[in-house]
């Protein structure tokens, strides 16, 4: 399997925005969909946002809908998740994944490809 490194990361007050990236070898990136998901101490690993390879359909959790955004260049092998009007709850470490396929899934074992993890914090 490839690698996966996110970057972008950080401490933000609420109200504050932040870009994550996802650096990824070139068979790990193609073609599928790529994911992020996070992680706040004491909870499980939840999904956060989706996006296929074409980079048409995307999907989020209900609690970042209309807060962030996912996206990909392809040709850079990187995707992104732009953080807009944080909130405390948002602290967590946020993870990048490689989806089995190229489809908009929510699991995480649906994906098969992890990064080791940013860490974000958003202070009140």
């Known amino acids: 399997q490839g690698q996966l490194v996110e970057s972008g990361g950080g401490l933000v007050q609420a109200g504050g925005s932040l870009r994550l990236s996802c650096v990824a070898s070139?068979?790990?990136?193609?073609?599928?969909?790529m994911g992020w998901f996070r992680q706040a101490p004491g909870k499980e690993r939840e999904f956060v946002a989706t996006i296929t390879w074409p980079g048409r359909n995307t999907a989020y959790a209900d609690s970042v809908k209309g807060r962030f955004t996912i996206s990909r260049d392809n040709a850079k092998n990187t995707v992104y998740l732009q953080m807009n009007s944080l909130k405390p709850e948002d602290t967590a470490v946020y993870y990048c994944?490689?989806?089995?396929?190229?489809?908009?899934?929510?699991?995480?074992?649906?994906?098969?490809?992890w990064g080791q993890g940013a860490q974000v914090t958003v202070s009140s």
């Open positions: 070139v068979r790990t990136f193609l073609p599928n969909a």
């Open positions: 994944a490689r989806s089995q396929q190229d489809a908009l899934f929510r699991s995480p074992s649906s994906y098969n490809n």
